[in-house]
């Protein structure tokens, strides 16, 4: 980097804001990243590293460790920096206060869990556990942490805001509830999957690079949920009338926040929350017991058959508004973008918020690169499937061929759910015959729904930057042993 500028300490503070540029420091290099904040999906997140040293931001992000983002912040390098100009104050000073975020997370959590990153903490089961049981056990339930997780609030302390924007919802009278209130509505209990986005989002990066965590296949989890119906709270408070007096949206936020302050919020449309058919519920158990503190504790909305990023944890205030929540994930995350769109030409409102996730299915076992026996003469393959909008799984097809010859999988339904409120997966079982001399068996599955919907065949036709809702056949290659 011979022959760029040099620059110290104090003239990279200047630059600090959006309006005097926005400068960073990374080892030592000097960046002007301003032009590139309406790209990052973090925007204005940026600015807490404006006018220094990003180094301990990036630690804590880990996700940002990829060469893709290391050329593109090379790319946007305007200087080098003189490191002699630090100021003592400056030096390790950020890592101990933004460490002190991460006083909240569990003890401990389940050692089989596979981590995708561990601050914020984002990790999944291996798939294989997946199948063992239709309620996936809570401590194996996948974890997706956008921010540390949040002081534990006392139960007995606990309230949940309802506020709304002003001049709408006439005769809606803003309310904060405890758990003891929340808990004298009608309890319900539903079977109901919570997915990812971003599952099976390593399966999209082979045929192209894609930003965001490398999840496998075990993004996805379905438990047992009760709580009480948002719909009820809602004709509580006074929401009512064909129109919802111009409520548009339910806006829910969360108790975790970023370094500046903000905090993890998404939003539904007020139509799903109202609709007593879609089930959305603020959830106070999770299979049978207090929702653990990474899915939530003590209350998370549940918003079954979308995509993960609506089922708010750690809800603290429901806003009754006009406008789909501001975050980052509602108006800039979760959103499908066609092939020719990257993070360098992104508009992000040309694209709607995801809500109802397609069709889905995985193969869990055998495990994929492992030897299987098939001395009697047949293999057995297990996985799930399912499909959002509450659309049920009408057949699962596998094949041990690569897709040229296959068969139709067993589906295990250990609970009868109603027509078009499916919110549970179909685990699904297929012991094939195969011929001795095979070597090697490629393992496909695919799924239909209800709807007739199926998956894609490729990842390519529905490759994405952000490489979300991967839904392309799954495919599993294993030898075979004799
Ligand atoms: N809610 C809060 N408050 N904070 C979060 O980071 N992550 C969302 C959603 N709700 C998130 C949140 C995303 S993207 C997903 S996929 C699910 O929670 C994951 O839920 P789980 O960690 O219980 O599996
Ligand atoms: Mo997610």
């Known amino acids: 980097k011979d022959g760029l500028p040099l620059y110290s300490f104090d003239e990279v503070k200047k630059h600090d804001s959006s309006e005097n540029g926005v400068w960073v420091i990374y080892n030592k290099g000097v960046y002007d990243i301003t032009g590139f904040i309406s790209k990052h999906p973090g925007g204005e997140l940026l600015l807490v590293g404006a006018g220094r040293a990003i180094d301990p931001y990036w630690k804590i992000y880990s996700v940002h460790h990829s060469p893709e983002t290391h050329a593109l912040l090379e790319s946007m390098r305007i200087g080098?920096?003189?490191?002699?100009?630090?100021?003592?104050?400056?030096?390790?000073?950020?890592?101990?206060?933004?460490?002190?975020?991460?006083?909240?997370?569990?003890?401990?959590?389940?050692?089989?869990?596979?981590?995708?990153?561990?601050?914020?903490?984002?990790?999944?089961?291996?798939?294989?556990?997946?199948?063992?049981?239709?309620?996936?056990?809570?401590?194996?339930?996948?974890?997706?942490?956008?921010?540390?997780?949040?002081?534990?609030?006392?139960?007995?302390?606990?309230?949940?805001?309802?506020?709304?924007?002003?001049?709408?919802?006439?005769?809606?009278?803003?309310?904060?509830?405890?758990?003891?209130?929340?808990?004298?509505?009608?309890?319900?209990?539903?079977?109901?999957?919570?997915?990812?986005?971003?599952?099976?989002?390593?399966?999209?990066?082979?045929?192209?690079?894609?930003?965001?965590?490398?999840?496998?296949?075990?993004?996805?989890?379905?438990?047992?949920?009760?709580?009480?119906?948002?719909?009820?709270?809602?004709?509580?408070?006074?929401?009512?009338?064909?129109?919802?007096?111009?409520?548009?949206?339910?806006?829910?936020?969360?108790?975790?926040?970023?370094?500046?302050?903000?905090?993890?919020?998404?939003?539904?449309?007020?139509?799903?929350?109202?609709?007593?058919?879609?089930?959305?519920?603020?959830?106070?158990?999770?299979?049978?017991?207090?929702?653990?503190?990474?899915?939530?504790?003590?209350?998370?909305?549940?918003?079954?058959?979308?995509?993960?990023?609506?089922?708010?944890?750690?809800?603290?205030?429901?806003?009754?508004?006009?406008?789909e929540s501001p975050s980052i994930w509602q108006r800039r995350d979760y959103k499908l973008f066609p092939s020719n769109v990257d993070i360098n030409n992104v508009d992000y409102e040309s694209s709607e918020a995801m809500q109802d996730m397609p069709v889905q299915s995985a193969i869990c076992l055998p495990i994929p690169g492992s030897t299987v026996d098939i001395s009697s003469g047949f293999v057995t393959l297990r996985g799930y499937a399912w499909s959002g909008g509450g659309r049920s799984i009408s057949r699962v097809d596998v094949s041990i061929n690569g897709g040229k010859d296959w068969s139709v999988a067993k589906l295990h339904s250990n609970e009868s759910q109603k027509p078009n409120r499916v919110w549970a997966w179909s685990l699904w079982e297929a012991t094939v015959p195969v011929s001795a001399c095979t070597g090697q068996l490629d393992i496909v599955c695919k799924a239909m729904d209800s709807s007739c919907n199926t998956q894609p065949e490729n990842v390519e036709s529905i490759w994405n930057f952000r490489g979300l809702a991967n839904n392309a056949w799954h495919r599993v290659s294993v030898k075979t042993a004799n």
Not at 90 to 115: F, I, V
Not at 143 to 167: F, M, S, W
Not at 183 to 198: D, E, R
């Open 80 to 323: 080098n920096y003189d490191t002699s100009s630090t100021p003592e104050e400056e030096k390790g000073e950020d890592d101990g206060e933004l460490d002190n975020q991460w006083s909240n997370e569990p003890q401990s959590r389940h050692p089989a869990l596979l981590c995708n990153q561990e601050k914020p903490f984002n990790a999944e089961p291996p798939p294989a556990i997946l199948t063992g049981d239709f309620h996936t056990p809570n401590d194996l339930f996948y974890v997706r942490n956008h921010l540390p997780v949040p002081p534990r609030v006392d139960p007995k302390e606990y309230r949940l805001e309802i506020a709304k924007e002003t001049g709408i919802g006439e005769g809606v009278e803003p309310i904060e509830l405890s758990l003891e209130e929340i808990k004298a509505f009608p309890v319900t209990s539903i079977s109901a999957v919570v997915q990812c986005g971003g599952n099976r989002r390593h399966s999209m990066a082979s045929y192209k690079p894609v930003r965001g965590l490398s999840w496998k296949g075990g993004a996805i989890g379905n438990a047992r949920w009760t709580g009480v119906r948002l719909c009820d709270v809602l004709k509580h408070v006074g929401v009512s009338g064909g129109n919802y007096g111009g409520i548009k949206h339910v806006q829910f936020e969360g108790l975790d926040a970023d370094a500046m302050g903000s905090c993890y919020s998404a939003s539904i449309p007020i139509e799903t929350a109202m609709d007593p058919n879609r089930d959305v519920l603020l959830v106070f158990q999770m299979n049978g017991e207090d929702i653990p503190i990474d899915h939530g504790y003590p209350l998370r909305v549940i918003v079954p058959g979308a995509v993960g990023a609506r089922s708010v944890k750690w809800v603290s205030r429901i806003v009754l508004s006009t406008e």
